[in-house]
Nanobody, 124 residues
Framework: QAQLVESGGGSVQSGGSLRLSCAASGFTYSRYCMGWFRQAPGKEREGVARIERDGSTRYADSVKGRFTISQDNAKNTLYLEMDSLKPEDTGMYYC??????????????????WGQGTQVTVSS
């Protein structure tokens, strides 16, 4: 059974940093496009960063230069390093896995597996 478990969320002040982790199990991790999404209260879920099967990375414009996605295939773990955090980065952060072909995007409907989320709160 596929499972994704996020950790590392918390409360920080503007300009601070956090590192999120997502431990994956129950599926062949290296065959999946992996992504981080976030959802703020009253807003739609949005893609933040993804790492594709070939290792290439993509970021939402709002986080470019501040967030870094990475993975450790040996540990089946996905990471999101978040620096220079802003209040608008506040939200529930989810990791997700997409199977079925090389194509990947920030369309949440493509992703098959989701974690339970970890809360990130950035105060000004």
């Amino acid at each position: 059974q596929a499972q994704l478990v996020e950790s590392g969320g918390g409360s920080v002040q503007s300009g601070g940093s956090l590192r999120l982790s997502c431990a994956a199990s129950g599926f062949t991790y290296s065959r999946y496009c992996m992504g981080w999404f976030r959802q703020a209260p009253g807003k739609e879920r949005e893609g933040v960063a993804r790492i594709e099967r070939d290792g290439s990375t993509r970021y939402a414009d709002s986080v470019k230069g501040r967030f870094t996605i990475s993975q450790d295939n040996a540990k089946n773990t996905l990471y999101l390093e978040m620096d220079s955090l802003k209040p608008e980065d506040t939200g529930m952060y989810y990791c997700a896995a997409k199977s079925g072909g090389a194509y990947c995007s920030f369309y949440a409907g493509y992703f098959s597996y989701w974690g339970q989320g970890t809360q990130v709160t950035v105060s000004s």
